[in-house]
């Protein structure tokens, strides 16, 4: 009994024992876990709450602080101006531009002492800058002062200005860093979080392996689960270094291309300021200066039409609209920017059965710019474009598609690269689009406009060979507008065509053969001539000939002047050319041209020159824009109420022979409008955005009281800087005629006057 006892009391002991190093174990395990939970929850805390600190003080001052930066230099350079150029015009446009600086820098430094709390840097670049801006005017005021020399002005600018301006960009400078910091003391903080919470885990695992099996599967789990939050923070961190890269590498690639055409804005204004007395050497630079500001101007559309795709907000314009213009239009902006490169640039119209269409103009346009663009910017001197049109059935109800394809002889792209040329900010990294400017938006924005219209968009690639863009858009013919052409009158005419390109002479010939001619063709001028000879020698003779200009071996003149010589001067010649012939225009006469037509040949331009040399009897010159119009005559409203961008408007509207009359804002131009006698004014420009009255509100006052009075329509045409489609049918449901975007385009701006205003 005694040895059972005992035994038992060794069984009691170690069962006593047991559940005591079973509690202990589960204390410390208890512990551990707490441990590591209150370790790991406040490693996130505090990841959290440094990451909402950045977030929202030093990352929003970083920003502010470089703009603050900027404008600082915008100051300086603004004070720096009349050291070298002083007159009454240039202080008023320092005062209108140091307003414009000083609201900035007002806003931002608010900011900055707002969010920059308790720090000495902020409360002194806030008062340093009261005190520039106090100079700043007094320095306006001696400009302003014919009776202060330029010596006294430039003094003050050198010895009060610029010290003042490079003081607070240090302080500036200073805050911007103190920023940078805080923002690196938040990836610190991260890091070393994430190296406390796996040495906790570590321990934690150490722990349950040497206490007891049984809590394993417990602690495996709980472990899994942690190293799945650790993956998910560590995810979360790469994506918000990736997402930061990526806005870095975006505002770098914009920093660059945006101060590239500023910088040549600026300066070949000093320099155009330095030679004023030099006429050619101002249009020299007035002429760069309106490429870069083009330039600039497509950059920052690129910028709002992605964000307007981002957002869901873009939208297509739907109106009708001539195939052939949009065309030729299309031609003459990129056929002079392939010539300066000196690249073989060509266009092919295949079967265009229909020419009037509906659809986004705008849009379409700048999908074959976009192309076009590209092929240009990334194919070599000496190298060709292509570009084939054509229209072909769709299986969209109402709708023709018409196919673009877009082909060159440029440097090509890697196959890796073609899976991400759609996406947006990406461009692929070699030698020559490292010194290339662009966005990388061009063909993100390109593939959202396609799918927006419904059509589709593909390429193909290779390094060295080329690549080939091809577009097919789905549009609506339009009936009511389509021109019937006469084609009886054309029937059984003789017709020999000229052109060393194959597709030419193919669709040629089809459109010939629609027409009901007798079309001949020949790739080569010493061809033609032996088929024109042979014609006139069989008494069959070509009743008109169409040539070809840029030709190998003969060109398009010597092949004319060979086949005068052949069969005299009776038979009607037709020069046609892709590129301007305003410089050969006496030469071309002197061969014997009759008459001209630009590429490509689409239907109805050929059926009207063929009918006015061959049935009219008359000699045409379809010319170019380069031909002389002659000035408009009338008298045109001009609504503006920022005078520079009236005085511009107003010399662009003079310079094509109308008349123009002023208003400040809506309520003077209704008031101007209801005073004037009936057919004073042919035609109402308005801005959009004024004082006291909008222009949208002005227009549907000016159309009330019309209709209350019973006189004539003026007609409205919008010219405004809110340039979305969302605005361009706002302004037509208010009543305007027309809508023109600022900056004003010359063209464009031609466009709207002849449209309502007669010729002299």
Not at 100 to 126: C, K, M, R, W, Y
Not at 310 to 337: H, R, W
Not at 400 to 410: C, E, H, I, L, W
Not at 542 to 557: F, K, N
């Amino acid at each position: 009994m005694s040895e059972v006892s005992a035994a038992d009391d060794r069984v009691r002991i170690a069962r006593r024992r047991s559940e005591l190093l079973s509690r202990v174990t589960a204390v410390v395990l208890a512990l551990f876990l707490l441990t590591f939970f209150g370790t790991t929850l406040n490693n996130i805390i505090t990841i959290n709450n440094q990451v909402q600190t950045v977030r929202q003080g030093p990352y929003p001052v970083s920003v502010a602080a470089g703009r603050v930066e900027t404008l600082l230099v915008q100051l300086r350079t603004l004070s720096d101006r009349p050291t070298y150029v002083r007159n009454a015009d240039v202080a008023q446009s320092l005062r209108d531009s140091f307003l414009e600086i000083d609201e900035g820098l007002s806003t931002q430094l608010d900011f900055i002492a707002a969010h920059h709390l308790n720090d000495p840097d902020a409360v002194a670049l806030a008062e340093g800058y009261d005190e520039l801006a106090q100079n700043v005017r007094f320095y306006l005021g001696m400009v302003a002062n014919p009776a202060i020399s330029d010596e006294a002005v430039r003094t003050y600018a050198i010895e009060v200005i610029f010290p003042a301006v490079d003081q607070l960009l240090e302080i500036d400078i200073d805050i911007l860093n103190e920023s940078t910091d805080a923002v690196e003391s938040m990836y610190t903080t991260v890091t070393s979080a994430n190296s406390q919470t796996l040495l906790v885990s570590c321990l934690l695992m150490a722990a349950v392996i040497l206490s007891l099996a049984v809590y394993l599967t417990i602690l495996r789990r709980k472990s899994d689960r942690e190293n799945q939050l650790r993956d998910s923070l560590q995810d979360a961190l790469e994506l918000a270094q990736s997402a930061n890269a990526a806005k870095s590498a975006f505002l770098s690639n914009m920093s660059h291309d945006i101060r590239t055409p500023m910088n040549a804005i600026v300066g070949l204004t000093s320099i155009a300021h330095s030679h004023i007395d030099d006429p050619i050497r101002v249009k020299e630079c007035l002429s760069r200066i309106a490429t870069s500001s083009k330039h600039l101007l497509g950059l920052i559309n690129d910028v709002l039409d992605m964000g307007k795709i981002e957002s869901g907000k873009m939208t297509l314009n739907e109106e009708v609209f001539s195939f052939p213009d949009l065309i030729s239009e299309f031609v003459t902006i990129v056929q002079p920017q392939a010539k300066s490169k000196q690249l073989s640039f060509d266009v092919v119209i295949g079967n265009i059965e229909r020419e009037m269409l509906v659809g986004d103009t705008m849009r379409i346009s700048q999908v074959l710019m976009n192309l076009a663009g590209n092929a240009v910017k990334y194919t070599e001197v000496g190298d060709s474009i292509r570009i084939s049109i054509t229209e072909e059935p769709s299986t969209r109800p109402g709708c023709n598609n018409y196919r673009f394809v877009v082909r060159d002889t440029g440097i090509g792209m890697e196959a890796a690269f073609l899976e991400h040329i759609f996406d947006p900010f990406e461009r692929e990294a070699n030698e020559t689009t490292h010194f290339t400017e662009g966005t990388g938006l061009g063909m993100a924005i390109t593939k959202n406009i396609v799918d927006l219209m419904g059509g589709t968009i593909s390429v193909e690639s290779e390094p060295g060979v080329g690549s080939a863009f091809t577009v097919v858009l789905p549009l609506r013919p339009s009936d009511e507008d389509e021109e019937e052409l006469d084609t009886g009158c054309l029937e059984g005419i003789h017709v020999l065509v000229v052109d060393d390109d194959r597709d030419v002479l193919e669709n040629t010939k089809l459109l010939l053969d629609d027409f009901g001619m007798r079309g001949e063709c020949s790739a080569s001028g010493i061809e033609a001539v032996a088929l024109a000879a042979h014609a006139h020698e069989s008494d069959d003779d070509y009743r008109v000939a169409i040539v070809d200009w840029i030709m190998p071996g003969m060109d398009g003149l010597e092949t004319i002047r060979q086949i005068r010589h052949e069969v005299g001067e009776a038979m009607p010649i037709v020069l046609v050319s892709a590129y301007d012939w305003s410089d050969i225009e006496d030469e071309a006469a002197e061969a014997g041209v009759t008459a001209f037509i630009s590429k490509p040949l689409f239907r109805s331009r050929l059926y009207h020159v063929l009918r006015a040399v061959c049935v009219d009897g008359g000699e045409v010159a379809l010319a170019q824009a380069a031909t002389s119009k002659r000035p408009v005559v009338g008298r045109v409203l001009l609504v503006e109420d920022n005078e520079l961008n009236r005085e511009i408007a107003t010399e662009l509207i003079g310079q094509i022979g109308a008349q123009v009359d002023c208003a400040c804002d809506g309520v003077e131009a209704v008031a101007m409008v209801d005073a004037a006698p009936e057919g004073h004014y042919q035609l109402v420009f308005m801005d959009w955005q004024m004082p006291r009255m909008d222009g949208i509100t002005a227009t549907e006052t000016i159309i009330a009281h019309e209709r209350e009075a019973g006189r004539a329509h003026v007609p409205i045409v919008a010219m405004t800087a809110n340039a979305f489609n969302e605005d361009r049918e706002r302004a037509l449901e208010a009543g305007m005629d027309g809508f023109m975007a600022k900056p004003i385009d010359l063209g464009e701006l031609e466009r709207n006057l002849r449209a309502y205003l007669p010729e002299a």
